[in-house]
Each structure stands twice: as structure tokens, then as C-alpha cells.
DNA sequence: GCCATCGTGTAATGATCACTACAGCAGGAC
DNA sequence: GTCCTGCTGTAGTGATCATTACACGATGGC
């Protein structure tokens, strides 16, 4: 390739000079920088004004991030993508992580992010799209008592349900780790309450010992289990069988989480109580937004 | 591979095309095209008067092939280039595909995959590894005490951390989300100190007060935030920038948690206190594992 | 050999661009 | 409170750009 424009001394990547600089950045330069690292530069191919447009910044602000990083101008900044992302291209397969040398191939983030893509890859696939529908229906519905309950690694997750659920809809409760205060709350469980568990590995003999008698009660069970199953899925009525190991000596929750999200996404859509969110930012008083402008 | 650029009209993409036309084209033309497919259009993305020099025709040239290969005219064909060039540089090191059948494609699990899959990618795009094994290796150090903090949302992740941190090692507290009960634990923050916060959109003016108070004494944060940052990071000696938009009501910490487990794997290797974990499960009694094979 | 046609480049045009100068404004120091 | 510093956008400029009109030259039919 011609590289003609000699550039201005410098070889280090564009990305890397981002990454340099950022601590010392500005509001609206890290605005921009965003957008540029959102598609790997990408969006610097545009002219000055549409970048600027799309990182919702000046076009002198542009300028400035430009010079910041080492550049002359706009148009060599544009020339320094322009070569690093025809570097990129040449490579048989792009690969986004390492703007880079090899060594960050074996680097513990790259093996991670490869299980998990796995990891979740997989939880989809196994996934009935209907019976997806359903629950987020089921669990839309205010009519229903909705308990919620983890084991010792899933309480985060049991917990962060518990938030949105409690947000969108009323009726939601997050049952104490402690086994010792469960029997208050099995007491209301009847056949129009739902209970929803997360077991995973090590799986927690007193979690299945509730199931068995909130199941006793009439009501109904949501299971969110990893890719083996808790012996709590003969109790329950709906099963999320989702993966969990990464190289780590932990199990990965983010499968898990992708459900919840996902179908806190739904509940939301098919509850749409914008109304009751705006209500709760009204008491918390929180609802200021820092972007700049 | 995905053909999302919608372009002008046509949905081909620029590479076809140029094929298809190839007898068509003139020796000006064939010139012009040769240079473009040289580096996968990358040569395209320069201004019409560099690209006509680089192929050594005439600007009006490069004009008639664009008309030539049904776009309105110079602009329209870069972007078109520049949206091709986008789309490949996206391949994920993860990809999450939509799940199998394309009525599935619109599916919100679908739709939150996509989503979910680009700020992952993101995420670790714009991760400094190098500060990621600083962070880990400083994580790791059981003389420095480490407090945990989250916000609203946020609160799930942090105790999603603290909970692994403190298996893994002693000194580790989550700090009440309750404001009132804070200085307590700040007096004991010095030096030797770290105070992990998360705090994404809607950042929480009290995180931010305490940020300040806190560095005031001299002690170390790391922050978790979103990608247009919080107002934190300018105390935080260390910030993660996430992605956490998806198509939902609601951010998504899927990012951050991605962030989390990947640092408690590298934590865990650093400390390798198996022992501690045995010790762990042998007091609470729970060690039976269950997996079926 | 003459003309018609097609391919191509040159030169001139408005449009857009990159860039500068300056003013407004927010946040921190005192 | 008041200043000050630094960040940021607006407005205006020359420069570059994409595009058009047109002229030249090569090619092929008659």
C-alpha cells in the first residue's frame, strides 16, 4: 500500500493513543472517543462534521481530540484510521480484540469473552422462544405474587430480578438468605403465587427442600439452573437450563443474567408502566441526567 | 455473513456489484476497481481526488463507476464502502448469531443478544489489558482493604464482586446502600484503601460525594461506569468504561459483570488460595456437588 | 478519408469541508 | 459572593471537494 503520508512521526495505533490519553480527556472528547472505539473507528472515516454529529459534539472539538492524540489535523488523524483499519482488513479474520500483538490472544479477558459467547450462544439455543413468551407474560401479570429467592453465588442474581420486578410491578418479594425466616413467606404462597429460584452448582439442599413445599402449597415454580440441572427442576414448572463454565475456578452468571434481562426487557414492554418508573424517579429524586449537554 | 447496511436501495453489497458490472466496465474503470478490491475497498474511503490519483484516472472516472454500480453518485458510494468496511470489522470475537430460524430474528431474545454480543465486544475493545492486570494484580494484594460500592442498579453487581472477593481473600466489605451508615467505614480509609464503585447513567450524587471524600483520604477507587462515564472519574485512579445500552427500558450490566467475573478468575489464579475455599466449604457444610456424571 | 461514437481528461462551478477566532459558560479557588 | 481557568460551541474563512460541461483523441463503420 502507498503509505506516501508519512504521517506525523508517530507509529503507535490510533486505538492505543485513545486508551493513552483518556485519563486525560475531556467530557466531549471521551464523548467522542466512545463513538469512535463503539465500531473501531469506523465512524472517523466520515468527514469531520458527520462525526461530530454522531458523537453530538463541535466540529473544533474534533479538531482538539485530533491534535491531543498527536496529530496534525483531521485529515491525518483520518489517515492514521484509515491505514490502521486496512492493516486490519488484510488480517484473514478480524479479530476486534487485540489492536495488538499476539500475546493478548491468550489473555485471560479473550478466553473469557470466548466461553462466554459460548456460554450464552448456547443458553439461546436451548431456549424455547414460547416458553420465554410465556413466563414474561406470567411474571407481567399483577395479579400474581411473585417471590424471588437465590442460592449463595445466585443471590446477586435473585437479587438484581428482585430490583427490576419491584420497579415494574407490585406484589414482588426477595426472600432473606437465611432459611430461618423462609416459613413466614411460604405461608402466602398459595396457588396464585410464583416462586422463582436460581440453583446452580453446588446445589443447595435447603432451596430444594422449600421448592418441595412451595410446590406442597400450589404454587408455582420458575427454575433458573445451569446446563446439568437442579434437582428442583421435578418441582418446578418452567426451566432455564443455562451454561456456566469459563476458565475460572467460578462459574460464569452471565447466561443467567441474559434471561433476566431479557425478560425484565419483556415484562417491561408488556407491562408498560412508564407511568409507576416516572413515579419512583419522582420520590427518589434522582432523575437528573449528567450528559453534558 | 449479516448484509444489514441498508445503502441506497440496493442492498448488495459494493464487492458484488463490482463483479457483477466487470465486463461492462472500461480500462479506466477496470483500473480503478483493481485498486479498490486490492485492499478490500479500503482505498475508497480517501477522498475522489486521492483515490483517482492512487488508480491514475481522471476524478469524472471515479463518478461514472459509482453511477456505473447504481449509487447516486461519489458520497453516496463511499458511504456505502464505509458501512461494508463497518459490518466486517464488527465480527465479533464473540459473535452471538440470532438463534436459528429467521422468524426468530426479531425475537427480543434475539434482539438482545445482537445488542448484548456488540457491548461485550466493546467493552473489551476498549479495555486497557495491561490495567486490567494491574487492577487484578492490586485486587489480589491482601494487605490493601478493599470496600465495595454500587448504586441503585448497580447495588447486584456489587455484591455480585464482593461476594467472590471475599471467598478469595480477607479485607473485603460491601458498603451499605444506605448513605447514613457510610462514615463509619470511611474512617477506616487510607492509603492502603480501595473502594470499588459502580455507577452508570443516573449517576448517584451521593457515590459521587463519597468518591470525593474518600480520595480526600487518600485511598484508592476503582470505578465501574457506563460508556459516557460518571462524574467519578475524575477521583478514580482506574476506570472501566462498559457498554449498557440494549433494547430495553433498561440498562444492561451484562458488561460489567462480564468485567467482574473475568477479574475474579485472574484474582483467583493470582491468590490461588484453594485453601481458603476448602476451608470455606467445609465450614459451611455444603461441598456435595451434584453434577450428574 | 470522413464522420460517428465512445472513452477519457481538463477546467470551471458550487458545495462541503477543515480550521481559526472568539465568546459564552461552568466549575473551582479564594 | 468574585474572580479565574479551562472547556465548549458558534460563526466565519479559505481550502478542498464532488460534480458538471466540454474538448480532445482513439476507434470503427462506411
Redesign the pocket.
Known amino acids: 500500500m502507498n503509505r506516501n503520508p508519512p504521517k506525523s512521526g508517530d507509529q503507535r495505533l490510533v486505538l492505543d493513543r485513545i486508551r493513552d490519553k483518556q485519563s486525560e480527556l475531556?467530557?466531549?472528547?471521551r464523548r467522542l472517543t466512545a463513538v469512535l472505539m463503539d465500531d473501531s473507528l469506523v465512524a472517523g472515516m466520515q468527514?469531520?462534521?458527520?462525526l461530530a454529529e454522531a458523537a453530538?459534539?463541535?466540529?473544533?472539538?474534533v479538531?482538539?481530540l485530533?491534535r491531543k492524540l498527536g496529530f496534525?489535523?483531521?485529515?491525518?488523524f483520518?489517515a492514521a484510521i484509515r491505514e490502521e483499519i486496512a492493516a486490519r482488513m488484510k488480517e484473514p479474520l478480524a479479530k476486534l480484540d487485540a489492536p495488538s500483538t499476539t500475546e493478548n490472544k491468550d489473555h485471560i479477558v479473550s478466553r473469557f469473552a470466548m466461553a462466554v459467547s459460548h456460554n450464552i450462544n448456547a443458553t439461546i439455543d436451548r431456549l424455547d422462544p414460547a416458553e420465554f413468551d410465556l413466563v414474561a407474560r406470567l411474571l407481567a401479570d399483577p395479579s400474581r405474587a411473585l417471590y424471588v429467592l437465590g442460592g449463595r453465588i445466585t443471590r446477586s442474581n435473585a437479587h438484581y430480578f428482585f430490583n427490576h420486578l419491584q420497579i415494574i410491578r407490585p406484589g414482588v418479594s426477595l426472600l432473606d438468605s437465611s432459611p430461618s425466616v423462609w416459613p413466614q413467606s411460604l405461608l402466602d404462597m398459595d396457588e396464585r403465587a410464583t416462586l422463582i429460584v436460581f440453583d446452580i452448582r453446588r446445589y443447595e439442599k435447603e432451596l430444594e427442600r422449600l421448592a418441595s413445599l412451595v410446590v406442597g402449597q400450589g404454587a408455582n415454580i420458575i427454575l433458573f439452573t445451569d446446563q446439568w440441572g437442579s434437582p428442583i427442576e421435578k418441582y418446578a414448572k418452567h426451566t432455564f437450563r443455562t451454561l456456566v463454565e469459563v476458565p475460572s475456578s467460578w462459574d460464569s452468571t452471565l447466561a443467567i443474567n441474559f434471561l433476566i434481562e431479557a425478560l425484565v426487557a419483556e415484562i417491561q414492554t408488556l407491562h408498560s408502566s412508564t407511568d409507576r418508573i416516572a413515579a419512583l424517579e419522582e420520590m427518589i429524586g434522582e432523575s437528573r441526567i449528567f450528559r453534558?449537554?
Open positions: 475531556t467530557a466531549a472528547e468527514s469531520i462534521t458527520k453530538e459534539v463541535s466540529t473544533p472539538t479538531i482538539r485530533a496534525e489535523g483531521f485529515p491525518d483520518q453534558s449537554n
